[in-house]
């Protein structure tokens, strides 16, 4: 039985460990051809051992699959470049990127460093564009392409201790928004995943910022992101489908992927508005916001009652 | 006037013109001392003419208000901590961060450099952090504080030819609900606005990308004639209010205002769900269900076009 990228060329960015290993794994086993691309670099952007890109496309290959390594970082445009034609070297085309590459460096806004901020920005953030963008090239020009970005719950509701990761991964978010807009006419699509699993990645969240947010029973998500359960590998069967010729019909959407759970997410929309002929005036807003915009709005961090001595 | 704000000092950064120069006038009307922050830049983010923030801070001392004019950028750590030290030195303290500062490069996601995708990531996305990180240092040391940040319609939906912007004011979203979580226990609040406004950014995007809109037949979000009729300074009386003690329980939500409408916009929520209780999908179950459910009928804001 064919499979369901029988034939197709797949980039796999971030591919060395978790959600990227999976997904780079079922993309081959479908009958992609795989460039496995990770520099190999601790969780926080340090190091590199260029073994563990080797390591994963060897497994592929075992198992009687096509893959090719690619140590390749993700955050200049020489990187994107050199990966993208990596693929074109490797397999002779492109029809599929996914890019998972990714970093963590938590910490309260107030205490954040501008390394820490530039870390991660141009991982995830810059990291996406690069490749994304070279891939467009090739896409417009083939008429034909499939996008996988991914985005998370942190960015999409808010993470404490994550002003970087979530602001990159919102970030994401709105780029591959455009970009299904930019490419769509092509016959190309962008999509991003925000996944659930139990990753090195969260495993890192510092301890400072879970004990904060347990002491203040603060959630991380507005109620709606539970404790992080489930295995990377849950995530890849719907980015797989994603890259296959069923979805060509599924652009600029945002899917949450948690376990066996695959949701799409809804696109903003104004939730209660309040109009008026002309400028409101400050003192009508302060009448008039309390019972209709602020009434029982939620407040995911309020401030705790002021302590009496 | 209310003098809702009255004896609060307020940054307001990108104020020499346009979103900014309205708030920090009607911030000024309504009592606050203001630092008008603008390097006075072109649109694409090249130039500087300090005459702009000094003209805006003119204008409101004019008018009986205070003011002063800072003319360092945002996209550096330093000008960051600069235009907070500008706030503290001229006015001894800090209450209200509201950060419109922004550049366009607009370009298809094929043809923009990385000089683009820089620039723009950085005066957007970066320059909010600058100014909102040093602010929060004050604002937890003294356990109260307003910021207001600026995203767009073009990062939470999406608008050809905009890439970058669309990923910096997305990001901006993002910041601002995690600086709200961050922040929130101490009292501080972190609200995002994504204005639709007639203003010379608009201007700014280049007539390839209108062109390749209108014949691709994919709409950007908003009518070019519609927009023309938004005043900028219309957007201002709702920060006011989010930077005033009224507010004091909004957090983490992004507000859409345009004219006399303001909404407030929805956290993503779950449209459709398919659920495998066994954990992991095997993709040949996986596959006709998210066909023919999950995805079904799903809205494509830019179908294929036949090549010509």
Not at chain 1, 285 to 296: D, K
Not at chain 2, 279 to 286: Q, V
Request: contains cysteine; charged residues 20%.
């Amino acid at each position: 039985m064919a499979g369901l990228v029988e034939g197709k060329v797949a980039i796999v960015t971030g591919a060395g460990r978790g959600i990227g290993q999976g997904i780079a794994k079922l993309m081959a086993q479908e009958g992609a051809s795989v460039v496995v691309v990770d520099p190999g670099v601790n969780v926080d952007g340090s190091g590199g051992d260029t073994s563990i890109a080797e390591q994963v496309a060897s497994e592929i290959r075992d198992s009687g699959g096509s893959a090719a390594a690619c140590t390749e970082s993700v955050v200049s445009m020489e990187g994107g470049e050199k990966i993208v034609q990596t693929a074109v070297d490797s397999f002779g085309k492109l029809d599929i990127v996914v890019t998972v590459a990714g970093i963590l460096r938590d910490r309260m806004v107030f205490n954040m460093t501008e390394q820490e901020w530039d870390d991660v920005i141009a991982v995830h953030l810059k990291g996406t564009f690069t490749v994304v963008k070279h891939a467009c090239i090739l896409f417009r020009q083939q008429r034909s392409g499939s996008i996988v970005t991914f985005s998370s719950t942190s960015g999409l509701y808010g993470n404490s201790g994550q002003a970087n990761y979530g602001a990159a991964k919102d970030g994401i978010a709105g780029f591959t928004r455009v970009v299904a807009r930019d490419m769509g006419r092509y016959g190309v699509t962008a999509n991003a995943i925000s996944p659930s699993a139990a990753t090195r990645m969260t495993v890192s969240v510092p301890d400072e910022a879970r004990d904060l947010r347990a002491q203040r029973g603060i959630g991380s998500g507005g109620g709606t992101v539970e404790a992080i359960r489930g295995e990377p590998e849950d995530i890849a069967p719907f980015a797989v489908w994603l890259g296959s010729d069923q979805a060509k019909h599924v652009n600029g959407h945002i899917f949450h992927v948690a376990e066996g759970l695959v949701t799409l997410l809804n696109e903003p929309e104004p939730v209660k508005t309040i109009h008026k002929e002309g400028r409101w005036t400050v003192e009508e807003l302060v009448r008039v916001v309390p019972a209709t915009l602020g009434f029982e709005i939620y407040n995911p961090a309020p401030a705790p009652p002021p302590t009496t001595t | 006037m209310s003098d809702i704000l009255q004896g609060k000092v307020a940054i307001v950064t990108g104020a020499g013109r346009g979103v900014g120069r309205g708030v920090a006038r009607l911030m000024a009307q309504e009592g606050a001392s203001v630092v008008v922050v603008d390097p006075g830049v072109n649109v694409d983010g090249s130039g500087f003419d300090a005459s702009f923030a000094e003209q805006v801070a003119s204008e409101i001392r004019n008018e009986g208000g205070t003011a002063v004019a800072c003319t360092e950028s945002v996209a550096t750590m330093e000008g960051g901590e600069k235009i907070i030290q500008s706030a503290i030195d001229s006015f001894g303290k800090l209450d209200i961060v509201v950060t419109c500062a922004g550049i366009l490069r607009d370009r298809m996601i094929f043809n923009m450099t990385e000089q683009e995708w820089d620039d723009v990531i950085s005066v957007h996305l970066k320059g909010t952090f600058t100014v909102v990180k040093h602010a929060c240092i004050l604002f937890r040391q003294q356990r109260s504080g307003r910021i207001v940040t600026f995203s767009s319609q073009s990062g939470l939906v999406g608008n050809s030819g905009q890439a970058n912007y669309g990923a910096a004011k997305s990001g901006i979203a993002g910041f601002t609900k995690v600086v709200a979580r961050d922040m929130g226990r101490y009292g501080i609040t972190a609200n995002s606005i994504a204005p639709r406004a007639a203003t010379r950014m608009i201007g700014a995007i280049p007539e390839s990308a209108n062109e390749i809109r209108a014949r691709g037949g994919v709409s950007g979000l908003s009518e070019e004639g519609e927009l023309e009729q938004l005043d900028p300074d219309d957007i201002a009386p709702f920060v006011a209010y989010l930077a005033s003690d009224y507010a004091s329980n909004i957090n983490g939500q992004t507000f859409l205002v345009w004219g006399g409408e303001v909404s407030l916009m929805s956290q993503p929520r779950p449209e459709r769900s398919i659920y495998n209780p066994d954990g992991h999908w095997p993709t040949e179950e996986l596959a006709p269900l998210a066909a023919g459910y999950l995805t079904k009928d799903i809205p494509n804001p830019a179908p294929a076009q036949p090549s010509r």
